[in-house]
Each structure stands twice: as C-alpha cells, then as structure tokens.
C-alpha cells in the first residue's frame, strides 16, 4: 500500500522557519528504539511525502547516540516475519525460524555489538531516498533484535538536522500523523500562532 502525506504551510510562517534555519522533520514511530530523522527538508507552501510499506533491514557500527548520523554498512530486502542472520558482513534469510506478525527479526551471529534496524525508501517533494534508516537499535553480540514499525509519522521542526540523524532531544512540538486501516492519506497545516500542526 502506498501512503501520503500532504503538509501546508502560510508564506509569513515559512519566512520564520527558514530565518530559524529550521527543516520539516518526520520520524518514523517504532517501539523500544532510537528515534531517527527518517527525512528532513526545506518546506514550501504545499509538500507531498510518499512511501510504499516496503522495508530492509541494515547493520551500522554507528553508536547511538544525540547527534550521531546512521551510517549503513550492510543491507538486505526484508519480508515480514522473517529472521536474518547477520554475519561475515551479509544478511541471511534463516528460513528455519519465523517471527512475529508484522515484525522482522535479525541476530547478530558475530563477535561484534553492533547497531541494526529498518530502512525505508520515501519521495519528499519529488526528492526520492533510498533505504532511509527509521529506528536504531544496538544488537549485543550473539543476540537478536526484533523490529515492528508501525504507519506512524511524527512530524516537526527543527534546526541542525538531517536524514538519519538520532534524535533524543527535540525542542518543538510534535503531531503525530495515524496511517494504516483505510487510512493512507492526511493532510495536515502548521499554525504559527500555537507552533502546532493540525490535520485538515
């Protein structure tokens, strides 16, 4: 399924966020893992965000930490419940084990603790990024990490950021944009007066 995400914004409060040096940053919801700038960008008056419920996983040795930006290492197409062995720097499908519904299981066979998660390809304003990392997670050697996104999109603003960025600290607010069911497009304004986003 392919999901939409239409953000407007009035030209007095796009002259304010680009003075602040801000960008529209979205994150991806996921449990129990760092959040990720999954894209940024420059605002206009009316912006589209597409993306299709495809993901891969990836390995980085990246830390988490603020600030850090996801440096992906190894990749592989991922299908849901499946679990993959990661190990002489390469995904394999374990076709002996399952996971949960919805879900994507990889263990980490190496020596190494190591960073993993899932990537997912977006278009934001025509603008296509390949294999955007939405969640981080460190993975111990010899363990598994289990990963289950959800059509959550959180949406703000904010300065001195960029695509795979971690975030732990963010200074505006957040709406929260609910996909999934029939539901796979929203439409959302930002208000300047209250800082807010609402849905329209």
Not at 5 to 21: T, V
Not at 71 to 100: C, H, M, Q
Not at 161 to 180: H, K, R
Request: charged share 20%; net charge negative; with cysteine.
């Amino acid at each position: 399924m392919e999901y939409n995400l239409k953000i407007e914004f009035a030209d007095n409060d796009l002259k304010n966020i680009y003075s602040a040096s801000q960008k529209v940053v979205l994150i991806k919801e996921s449990p129990g893992n760092g959040s990720v700038a999954w894209v940024t960008f420059d605002p206009f008056e009316y912006n589209t965000v597409s993306w299709e419920e495809n993901y891969n996983v990836y390995c980085s040795k990246t830390q988490i930490q603020n600030g850090a930006t996801i440096d992906k290492l190894s990749e592989k197409n991922a299908e849901e419940r499946s679990v993959y062995d990661f190990g002489s720097g390469i995904f394999e499908n374990n076709k002996g084990e399952k996971t949960s519904k919805g879900s994507y299981q990889v263990n980490n066979t190496t020596t190494d603790n190591l960073t993993f998660g899932l990537a997912q390809d977006v278009v934001a304003n025509g603008n296509k990024t390949v294999g955007a990392p939405i969640n981080a997670s460190t993975v111990l050697a010899g363990q598994n990490g289990i990963f289950t996104p959800f059509e959550k999109v959180k949406i703000l603003l904010q300065s001195n950021v960029m695509d795979g960025l971690v975030l732990s600290t963010i200074s505006s607010n957040i709406y929260t944009a609910e996909f999934g069911g029939e539901i796979d497009s929203i439409s959302v304004r930002y208000n300047g007066s209250t800082g807010h986003f609402i849905e329209i």
